[in-house]
């Protein structure tokens, strides 16, 4: 009897204590399943886009290297600032996202306003073609990429080799022929504007010809006078006196001055010019003439410098456009402007190309003409890794020379 109840409560105790260690494994692995539940949940609602994560996207994300366009900073040149006593600012544009250059600007817009005229169509077999030195062909090889075109690219052959090398490796199809005057049919831009139209016609083949003929097109000067214009304008606060820059097409200089202007009445507009373009007589007397030009003077066909982007020997409509709207012009030497390109290097730790060094030159004749305390702004257009077999070649090898003065710059002329 005492055996049996023995057994009994030992059964009994068995089954409590199996109940009780049953009960407590539920309860953990229901208390698991709660934290883990907790844990997806939080895990969840991290990566679940919320209104902060949307708007930082808006904010700091670019949807392509088109929204990398414009926008550049406006930088101080601390030693020409120094040397001059005129704050001498510099619009960044070399530090545009598609091909380094204010041409970035220039090149969407042409092909965003052909795009909304029916002109251009994504992904169709669409060809561009264009007609330049250089800068402007890089813009619209990368652009081109992005939105689903193909570039053709005429350029002069005595431009520097790295230019049709980078266009190449951008996919771009490149044409180097030699430079003749506007005149002749083989100018460089008048067989991009003929290659254009055969393409359009030939329905042999897919897509359409589009010359973008940026000389012309006034979607060049329109871009700086949407953007270039008026980011100077809200990046001084409206307080500037002089806005210096160079011409090629002239969609730059014409841009921010038809939007500036209007703005501040009192403010000037110069033009930087190289030597052996026309535009520095066509502002100062009315004539489109250099005296390098007469005939049997001529080294080039075009401009007679080593300056590249810049200069021309005839009147565009993206120039004439602003032409009213400039106030004076500076003729800059070539050899002021390698002498420039070696003070930014050694005073600024600035590797700038020929046509911001023509830039910086007129800036600070300007500033000297001015006086201390005045606002001048002008354009850093490109990097000199363009420039570096031609331009940067001529002006040799150096280092270290802090020697070198503010006259040295504007005295190279006459050495």
């Given amino acids: ?86 704050e001498i600012l510099a ?6 996202g ?8 220039v090149a969407l817009n042409i092909i965003k306003t052909a795009e909304e005229q029916g002109l251009l169509r994504p992904h169709s077999g669409d060809v561009i073609y264009e007609g330049t030195v250089g800068s402007t062909g890089i813009s619209l090889a990368a652009l081109c990429r992005a939105r ?18 980078l266009l190449e490796k951008l996919g771009a199809e490149v044409q180097r022929v030699r430079p003749v005057p506007i005149t002749d049919v083989n100018h460089y831009v008048n067989i991009a504007r003929s290659l254009a139209a055969q393409r359009t016609t030939d329905s042999s083949i897919p897509g359409r010809g589009f010359f973008a003929d940026q000389f012309e097109n006034e979607a060049n000067w329109r871009a700086h006078y949407d953007g270039t214009g008026p980011e100077i304008f809200r990046q001084t606060d409206g307080q500037l006196d002089v806005f210096v820059a160079g011409a090629g097409t002239g969609g730059t200089i014409t841009g921010v001055a038809r939007f500036l202007k209007p703005r501040l009445p009192e403010m000037k507009i110069v033009l930087a010019d190289p030597e052996g373009s026309g535009l520095y007589n066509k502002v100062k007397y009315g004539v489109m003439f250099d005296p390098k030009e007469k005939e049997g003077t001529r080294r080039r066909h075009q ?24 106030d004076d012009a500076i003729r800059v030497s070539d050899k002021q402007a390698k002498v420039m390109a070696r003070w930014l ?8 190309g020929s046509s911001s060094c023509v ?6 004749q300007v500033a000297m003409k001015l006086g201390p305390g005045h606002r ?14 031609k331009f940067w070649k001529d002006i040799g090898p150096f280092g270290n020379d802090q020697g070198l003065d503010i006259r040295d710059v504007l005295e190279a002329e006459n050495k």
Avoid: W
């Fill in 376 to 389: 001048i702004v002008t354009v850093l257009c490109d990097s000199g890794n363009r420039h570096l077999s």
């Fill in 345 to 352: 290097v050694e005073k600024d730790g600035i590797f700038a």
């Fill in 148 to 165: 689903g075109y193909l570039a053709h690219i005429c350029m002069p052959d005595d431009q520097s080799t790295e230019k049709s090398d």
């Fill in 303 to 326: 401009v007679d410098s080593i300056i590249e982007g810049i200069g021309i020997n005839r009147v565009t409509a993206n120039f004439e456009a602003g032409r009213e709207y400039i």
């Fill in 1 to 86: 009897m005492t055996s049996s109840v023995t057994i009994s409560t030992g059964r009994l105790y068995i089954g409590v204590t199996a109940a009780c260690a049953a009960g407590i494994i539920i309860a953990t692995l229901i208390e698991r399943l709660e934290l883990f539940q907790g844990l997806f949940q939080t895990s969840t609602q991290d990566i679940r886009p919320t209104r902060k994560h949307e708007d930082t996207k808006k904010k700091d994300i670019r949807e392509g290297i088109e929204e990398c366009i414009g926008n550049t900073p406006l930088i101080k040149i601390k030693s020409l600032s120094e040397a001059t006593g005129c």
């Fill in 91 to 96: 619009k960044a544009e070399f530090l545009n």
């Fill in 359 to 364: 830039n910086c030159v007129a800036a600070v």
């Fill in 98 to 105: 598609a091909g380094g250059s204010p041409k970035d600007r």
